[in-house]
């Protein structure tokens, strides 16, 4: 990464998926981008990261994991603040599975904040999904 400009910020991300693979994937892919990445394979971890470091911008979530699911950890993240979410799955049928779920989140993907990209997913689908919810990875602040 680059050197920042006076009043320039790196925005951060935060991404929760029980595969290293995955999270070494958007680490890079991201990390090239200029965004900051902090990872975990630990949904509870991830989660009270989440709900304590009011410095991450969006949240990337897998849905199916061991101990806490990506549905459980938006349930609980959303009672405590209103963080842009990015499901990040290879489940397409996890959706529809706990459509009750989905459908009362609707109102957050209608409204910009939450939005859903499938595995395996290209790079410039990801990086347009995370610029949509997050904005670029730097932003200018006044100086």
Partial sequence: ??????GEAVKKIFAID????????????LGSRGYELGITNDPI????????????????LDVKMPGKNGFEI???LRQIRKLPVLFVTAYPRSFTAESDEVTRMWQEFADGTT?????PFGLDMLFEKVEALGGSAK?????
């Fill in 115 to 119: 939005d859903i990209i499938y595995k």
């Fill in 139 to 143: 932003e200018l602040g006044e100086a």
């Fill in 18 to 29: 029980d595969e290293p693979p995955v999270l070494r994937c958007l680490e890079k892919a």
């Fill in 45 to 60: 971890r991830g989660l009270e990261t989440l709900k304590t470091d009011m410095s991450i911008v969006l949240a990337l």
């Fill in 74 to 76: 938006y349930r609980e």
């Fill in 1 to 6: 990464m680059g050197k920042l400009s006076p």
